[in-house]
Nanobody, 124 residues
Framework: QVQLVESGGGLVQAGGSLRLSCAAS????????MGWFRQAPGKERELAAA????????YYADSVKGRFTISRDNAKNTVYLQMNSLKPDDTAVYYC?????????????????WGQGTQVTVSS
């Protein structure tokens, strides 16, 4: 069982930056691939970024490529999402998710555990 707790969301102006953190419980964090998903009002949940167990491989949605960076610190059981050059379209609830697999995955149904979400609001 893995519990995930996100933090770092908030209100920021367009062009600004935020760093989201996701703290995971349990000693087996390093076995899990991790993902950051987001869901805007009236829209489906979508993957923003994902990372494999070691941090050696990452995936980014086209909409965030070049602006967001996902990373992880297995010693601290934490995964991060650095978000730069934020746009109003980035406004959403951001969810951290864990998949019991070493390889990253882009499909939300493959993920086994989810956090409660943190709101990110970007004003124009």
């Amino acid at each position: 069982q893995v519990q995930l707790v996100e933090s770092g969301g908030g209100l920021v102006q367009a062009g600004g930056s935020l760093r989201l953190s996701c703290a995971a419980s349990g000693r087996t964090f390093r076995r899990y691939a991790m993902g950051w998903f987001r869901q805007a009002p009236g829209k489906e949940r979508e993957l923003a970024a994902a990372i494999n167990w070691s941090g050696s491989s990452a995936y980014y949605a086209d909409s965030v490529k070049g602006r967001f960076t996902i990373s992880r610190d297995n010693a601290k059981n934490t995964v991060y999402l650095q978000m730069n050059s934020l746009k109003p379209d980035d406004t959403a609830v951001y969810y951290c998710a864990a998949e019991n697999s070493p390889s990253l995955n882009v499909n939300p149904w493959e993920y086994d555990y989810w956090g409660q979400g943190t709101q990110v609001t970007v004003s124009s």
